[in-house]
């Protein structure tokens, strides 16, 4: 019985652990294979459930563009049009408010000037005016005070005469009553009779008023 050799075990040990390692990496490999395909069915699976309810959503998407891109191109051309045609408008007006609120800054300074100018003649009027009134007042207040002492004596002179006349008048009229009582005083002592062979004394007599009558109510 021959003893086989180290070299031939070696070779046969090296040649079986490459057999070994190419049946495990074909296992591997058939493995990833199984796995591979199943998820690829599955893929296709989901691929054909979304297109299947996609394909409806694109023709519908695609029908509402067709639809509607001649609409957005004739806006599109109105849009354009309205914009070509507004924006000279658009211009003229800028200038137009340029130029206004120019003209408007002026005219408010002319104002304000014209404004300032006013108010100061006005201020040296209500001056003058003032002046014109204090000096008017006081040529009225002189006046009047001379009025008043003017008039004052004619009117003291005037009551003083009239005072006088009215004294003058109750003097005369209080005569004239005093001397008709002692003329009827005296007529009637020479109507009554002597008694006792006696003339009476004029002074003795006493003087009877005549009896008064109230007037019925």
């Keep these: 019985m021959q003893v086989p050799q180290p070299s031939n075990t070696l070779s046969l040990i090296f040649t079986i652990a490459v057999v070994a390692s190419v049946v495990i990496q074909a296992a591997v490999f058939i493995g990833l294979f199984i796995a591979v395909s199943a998820a690829l069915k599955k893929i296709m699976k989901i691929t054909e459930q979304v297109t299947a309810k996609a394909m409806p959503i694109v023709s519908d998407v695609h029908n509402i563009m067709q639809d509607v891109t001649p609409k957005i191109k004739t806006i599109s051309s109105q849009v354009t049009s309205v914009v070509e045609d507004v924006t000279p408008k658009v211009k003229t007006i800028s200038s137009h408010l340029v130029e206004m609120s120019s003209t408007l800054r002026d005219q ?92 009476a004394d004029p002074s003795s007599q006493t003087i009877h008023p005549p009896p008064t009558t109230s007037s019925p109510l």
């Design 108 to 199: 408010t300074k002319h104002v304000n000037s014209t404004v300032d100018d006013v108010v100061d003649k006005t201020r040296v009027q209500a001056n003058k005016v003032d002046d014109m009134v204090s000096a008017v007042l006081g040529s009225i207040s002189h006046a009047g005070s001379a009025v008043q002492s003017g008039v004052a004596k004619p009117v003291r002179k005037v009551g003083s005469v009239l005072n006088g006349f009215r004294v003058g008048l109750d003097t005369l009229f209080n005569h004239r009553s005093h001397a008709k009582s002692n003329g009827a005083a005296q007529d009637i002592v020479e109507e009554e009779p002597v008694t006792g062979g006696d003339k």
